[in-house]
């Protein structure tokens, strides 16, 4: 999986994330690690609705190689709310699989 394609698939759960597609993104990530109800949980104290991150963001993700095994990658995206960022990350691990994008939620957590 290429920067492009990490980009890509961040824009896709971060858009499911925004807009509370809870449900959608628990199936996109076969319910590894997070449930759509444990997702929703860890934003329902949020101050305000969360919003698409700035454009820049997309360009500079936190993207490290996840050790011994190759093609996968750990991703952090802040989250945006109406006000401006926010204290939470979702994290991810992103690889492929048939040529396929897989998604595990690994946690969304106080930066």
């Known amino acids: 999986m290429g920067p492009n394609e990490l980009s890509l698939v ?9 807009e509370r597609r809870f449900d959608e993104l628990e199936k996109a990530s ?3 690690r997070l449930t759509a109800a444990e997702m929703e949980d ?3 104290d949020l101050s305000a ?3 698409m991150p700035p454009e820049q963001n997309w360009k500079a993700l936190n993207v490290q190689a996840v050790r ?12 945006y709310t109406t006000r401006g960022k926010s204290d939470l990350t979702v994290e991810l691990t992103l690889h492929s699989r048939n040529g396929k994008p897989v998604i595990e939620v ?3 957590q106080v930066r």
């Open 49 to 51: 609705p969360l919003t």
């Open 106 to 108: 690994d946690d969304i």
């Open 42 to 44: 860890m934003l329902s």
């Open 10 to 18: 961040g824009k896709h759960v971060m858009k499911l994330l925004v």
């Open 68 to 79: 011994n095994w190759p093609g996968a990658f750990h991703v952090s995206m802040d989250l």
């Open 30 to 32: 076969n319910g590894v």
